[in-house]
């Protein structure tokens, strides 16, 4: 792979796009917890799709922001999103890219594109979390000047996960 796009969406990008990318990322999160040992039924990605649709405008201006990552060929390589945890903050949810489009720095630039966007919408600071066996974020957040929480933050999946707490990794950076 060469060149990969990085594209903020106005709207909501074709869904069978975002559903792909997204499919993928929740199989990896479910092979990843069930190694922790936590009991993840297999209709999981599909809930987690579900869920995501039910409420999409989170994540799409004013309230926050979808970036997707493009290969030349079109296909959809990574995403991430943003949406708006309180008046000065935003939370970066969802940061996947492929297989294929690992080691390109493409990681990096969805979170870069994502900061950008919090600035325009005058956030002060990103929040972020991670699970233990997540090492890329856990390594790729601190390259980027974030730092890790030695206390929990409340972030949406601390709130709404609370089994996964204890492998939870916490991190922010002020814009």
Known sequence: MTNVTIEVCKSLPPRQDLNGILKEYYDLIVVRMQAM?????????????????AAPDAYLPPNGCLV??????????????????????????RVFVTEKARGTGTGRALIEEREKVARDMGLKRLIADTLTPNIEMRSLYPKLGFVESDVPIETTSYKD????????????KML
């Open 37 to 53: 040992g936590f009991d993840i039924p297999l209709s999981a990605p599909e809930s987690a799709l579900a869920e995501f649709w």
């Open 68 to 93: 997707i990552a493009r290969a030349d060929d079109g296909e959809v390589v990574g995403c991430g999103m943003m949406k708006r945890f309180d008046d000065e903050t935003g939370e970066l949810k």
């Open 161 to 172: 996960q609370p089994m996964l707490r204890e492998q939870m990794h916490f991190f922010s």
